[in-house]
């Protein structure tokens, strides 16, 4: 196993072995960043659940209130007049079966896909492809609809998904490490309260067990849940 370096050891050292509260753990990331770009924050989330049953699975989305600090490229697999609102609205690529055979092809240069229901019969093809990028339009994260226009917005305005894993684990970005600190927090609390939301009504015993911060480069910081759940 590789050794960390300097900057990493440093950077670990600089934290105390215990959880802290969301708004010092975000305030210590800031500080402890070493990388010379503008690193990506996530936040990851050890549930309580077990997700190979159905009835316990946690996924949903949440818009973040400042966004992810990068615009979205946004797919949309539409016909009709959807494929104006979708242009009118902001979106990258447009179109209905020539997009399904790009991605056919292998086409995937995108951040995000959204798709009518009409046309889910073409693009249910389409999963092996998109399935494994989590790319694939699904009407529980809003992105098979006939409100194309209100889904580019949410999509371009920082709507992020996120899905336990099979390890029980949620991961997802909640913005950039050079973000104002008081908007990192914001945006960090809007993700953990979303996934606190989506707890399954199956789930039994302890839900969170235990929250993490990080950056791309940096170590994690542990968080207190105790203190999340009392500012939800």
Known sequence: MPKAGKKYRKAADARERKPYPLPEAVALLKRIAYA????TVEVA??????PKHAD??????????????RS???VVIASGEKVKEARDAGADEVGGEDIVERISGGWTDFDAAIATPDMMRSVGKLGKILGPRGLMPNPKTGTVTFEVAKAIKEIKAGKVEFRVDKAGIVHAPC??????????YENAKAL?????RAKPSSSKGKFVRSISISSTMSPGIWIDEA???AHT
Do not use: H, W
């Open 36 to 39: 010379k770009f503008n690193e």
């Open 45 to 50: 989330m050890r549930l309580g659940v077990d």
């Open 56 to 69: 316990q699975m946690v996924r949903g989305t949440v818009v973040l209130p400042n966004g992810l600090g």
């Open 72 to 74: 979205k490229r946004v």
């Open 175 to 184: 913005g950039k490490i050079q973000f104002e600190e008081q908007k990192l």
């Open 192 to 196: 953990i309260e979303a996934v606190l």
């Open 227 to 229: 203190s999340v759940e």
